[in-house]
């Protein structure tokens, strides 16, 4: 079996304004492995995004214990890489500059810092394009750089909130498509948030349901597919079943 990544023990977290209220997770147990690919479902509001704060650092459980790499991580800013649903590319910086920006951050001096963009663009679909502005990209091609940058971080957990819900349904195909090739070639660890159940059954592994609240425990869905996968693949009767079970799921947490 992989090596245990990421840990959550008996963890609860409740904003501290909202101490006197129910909290948002309760007790809750999670292990994720090397490599996987982990898609987390749930209606807004669910404790999705709060789960992700948690993971990178950007808020710290009221109980419990987080572990990365089987190491107790107090401090985890930094840790792990994060792709928001907006690309957030800085306007006024070119394509090799914002894809640059994490070694910058770590201290590598520009130039090397550009150089190892550079050999990745092609790689990336973005060669050609690396002296333009954001603002000269399609959306789909804003988020290739996006994932780049986060690639960029260095870490080998990734996690990325609904990078492709802005996006039409034939570039959002594409880029899914795109997105595994790219994580079956690297091997990382992506744990990725979407409403969409196509996408999270196309995706994933493994596929986590928040289904209660406070969320004590994720419903675990395995998906019954090899890889490398075609998006044919969906219309197997035993994915349409998923399917269907997935939708209905939802369909009764949202009317909570």
């Known amino acids: 079996m992989a090596n245990k990544i990421l840990q959550f023990n008996n963890i ?4 501290e304004k909202d101490a006197l209220q129910k909290p948002i997770l309760k007790n809750l147990n999670l292990e994720l492995y090397e490599g996987e690919f982990i898609s ?7 404790g999705k995004s709060t789960l992700f704060k948690l993971i990178t650092g950007l808020e710290q459980p009221s109980e419990g214990e987080i572990f990365l ?13 994060y792709m928001p649903q907006q690309d957030l590319l800085l306007p006024w910086r070119t394509i090799v500059e914002n894809a640059a920006l994490p070694l910058e951050i770590k201290g590598l001096k520009k130039r090397e810092a550009y150089k190892k963009v550079i050999l990745l ?12 502005f954001p603002s000269d990209l399609s959306g789909g091609m804003r988020q290739r750089v996006s994932f780049l940058r986060t690639i960029l ?5 990734l996690l990325l909130d ?11 195909l594409s880029l899914q498509e ?38 004590t425990k994720l419903k675990e869905i395995k998906i019954p597919l090899l890889r490398p ?17 997935l939708l209905d799921e939802l369909r009764t947490r949202q009317k909570l």
């Open 40 to 46: 987390f479902l749930g209606p807004s509001g669910s």
């Open 178 to 215: 795109w997105l595994l090739a790219q994580w079956q070639k690297r091997n990382e660890t992506i744990l990725f948030i979407t409403h969409d159940v196509n996408e999270a059954l196309f995706l994933s592994d493994r596929i986590f349901v928040f289904s209660e609240s406070p969320t």
């Open 153 to 157: 971080s260095g870490s080998n957990i």
């Open 229 to 245: 996968r075609n998006i044919k693949d969906l219309n197997h009767p035993e994915i349409l079943q998923l399917k269907d079970e």
């Open 121 to 132: 663009l092609d790689e990336f679909g973005l060669k050609g394009v690396e002296n333009h």
């Open 162 to 172: 609904e990078p492709f819900s802005a996006l039409d349904a034939i570039t959002k």
């Open 12 to 15: 609860s977290f409740h904003y």
């Open 69 to 81: 790499r089987n190491q107790l991580v107090i401090n985890r800013l930094g840790q792990v890489g």
